[in-house]
């Protein structure tokens, strides 16, 4: 009888830690993880969703990114925004340009979060952030744009008595009122 307790006792501690898994930057400099990464990334393109450049189309502009952005994520935004410039039919241009962007991160990052009924349910989340202000200017550092943009997504999955489900999925926070589940995070 006391075989049988011990085997149904350390079945039941064993199901406590199943499926413990976690999103959160991964070691050594400036690893982090691909949800880390997307999560950041499908904020900003909700953030800038509606940042119209078409109107300086045929003008150089260059672009500046000030702010708190740290060195893994800077190269991304100024690739992010001078990507928006081009399309936008505008000329990429270095810094005596006639018009310069200014990128002002005011916070742009990755949290973990956990919610949990302890043994039964455990749902995990990896939080992206961005907010920033989008500034254009001409050669006599007149403001012909002056955005505020901010941008929210998630990936969360979850456990249920230790078992991992198969439903981790992405969402995005839209106008910062509902989330919507992202079918293709890879093409958002």
């Not at 064993?14 to 880390?36: E, I, M, N, R, W």
């Not at 119209?52 to 190269?75: H, K, L, T, V």
């Not at 007149?142 to 249920?160: A, H, N, P, V, Y």
Request: charged share 20%; net charge negative; proline share 3%.
């Amino acid at each position: 009888m006391k075989i049988k307790a011990l085997v149904i006792s350390f079945g039941l501690i064993s199901l406590l830690f199943l499926g413990c898994s976690t999103t959160q930057k991964t070691a050594g400099t400036g690893g982090y993880s691909a949800v880390a990464q997307n999560v950041v990334r499908i904020a900003l393109v909700e953030a800038s969703k509606n940042l119209d450049f078409s109107p300086y189309a045929g003008q150089p502009i260059s672009c500046q990114i000030i702010g708190f952005a740290d060195e893994n994520m800077r190269p991304y935004f100024q690739y992010f925004f001078e990507s928006k410039i081009e399309n936008a039919g505008c000329i990429l241009s270095g810094p005596d340009s006639d018009l310069v962007l200014q990128v002002v991160v005011h916070s742009a990052g990755n949290d973990q979060g956990v919610s949990a009924i302890p043994v039964i349910q455990n749902r995990t989340r990896s939080e992206g952030k961005v907010n920033m202000s989008i500034i254009l200017r001409d050669k006599n550092n007149q403001k012909l744009m002056d955005e505020d943009i901010s941008g929210e997504s998630k990936f969360e999955s979850r456990t249920t008595l230790g078992i991992a489900a198969m439903d981790g999925a992405y969402y995005v926070n839209e106008n910062g009122l509902r989330w919507v589940k992202i079918d293709d995070p890879n093409n958002f």
